[in-house]
T-cell receptor, first 109, second 113 residues
Framework: GQNIDQPTEMTATEGAIVQINCTYQ??????LFWYQQHAGEAPTFLSYNVLDGLEEKGRFSSFLSRSKGYSYLLLKELQMKDSASYLC??????????WGAGTKLIIKP | ETGVTQTPRHLVMGMTNKKSLKCEQHLGHNAMYWYKQSAKKPLELMFV???????ENNSVPSRFSPECPNSSHLFLHLHTLQPEDSALYLC????????????FGPGTRLTVL
């Protein structure tokens, strides 16, 4: 079957760096998405990777290794407002999004 | 209004009630999606509409009935629900292309008593 794994919860300190990992096993691959979801709010699009390597977008970067079925989201200079759930999703061979359960990130002062 | 809106934001209903969830997108997109989000579980895709035509129904029970009258509006009609249907119901829209970035509404928090 198809599977996306990411840690359930992580804790980090304001101003620090945190890396949220995502591993996937899917039937085909047409790209990987990261979304941010604050409690009680809509998931919002952060990044899309389809080629191997690192994509940087301000304080957030996303990395992909297709051969390893692995991605990570890197958040730098953490702010309290970064406390949220981070969802990893893979587009499979049918361009269907397969979602992970999300990683709840807690930022402490 | 901009983006994707959903109403109501919260809904409590009994198992014998009939209610409808509404979604509207102001992004000019051609595809609209219904998802179910339960605590600590992955998003579950329920229905997909592309250019008003239903292209996906992921084995959703018939007590959930979608309707898409045009590419900007999407409804989810609910009847005879079960307590396990309590969840956050999210609507999303996208271009409908193959690598489609989806944009989500804030969701309707549904509680079935």
């Amino acid at each position: 079957g198809q599977n996306i794994d990411q840690p359930t919860e992580m804790t980090a300190t304001e101003g620090a760096i945190v890396q949220i990992n995502c591993t996937y096993q899917t039937s085909g691959f047409n790209g990987l998405f990261w979304y941010q979801q604050h409690a009680g709010e809509a998931p919002t699009f952060l990044s899309y990777n389809v080629l191997d390597g690192l994509e940087e977008k301000g304080r957030f970067s996303s990395f992909l290794s297709r051969s390893k079925g692995y991605s990570y989201l890197l958040l730098k200079e953490l702010q309290m407002k970064d406390s949220a759930s981070y969802l990893c999703a893979v587009s499979d061979s049918n361009y269907q999004l397969i979602w992970g359960a999300g990683t709840k990130l807690i930022i402490k002062p | 209004e901009t983006g994707v809106t959903q109403t109501p934001r919260h809904l409590v209903m009994g198992m014998t009630n009939k209610k409808s969830l509404k979604c509207e997108q102001h992004l000019g997109h051609n595809a609209m999606y219904w998802y179910k989000q339960s605590a600590k579980k992955p998003l579950e895709l329920m229905f997909v509409y592309n250019f008003k035509e239903q292209t996906e129904n992921n084995s959703v029970p018939s007590r959930f009935s979608p309707e898409c009258p045009n590419s900007s509006h999407l409804f989810l009609h609910l009847h005879t629900l079960q307590p396990e249907d309590s969840a956050l119901y999210l609507c999303a829209s996208g271009s409908g292309g193959e690598t489609d970035t989806q944009y989500f509404g804030p969701g309707t928090r549904l509680t079935v008593l």
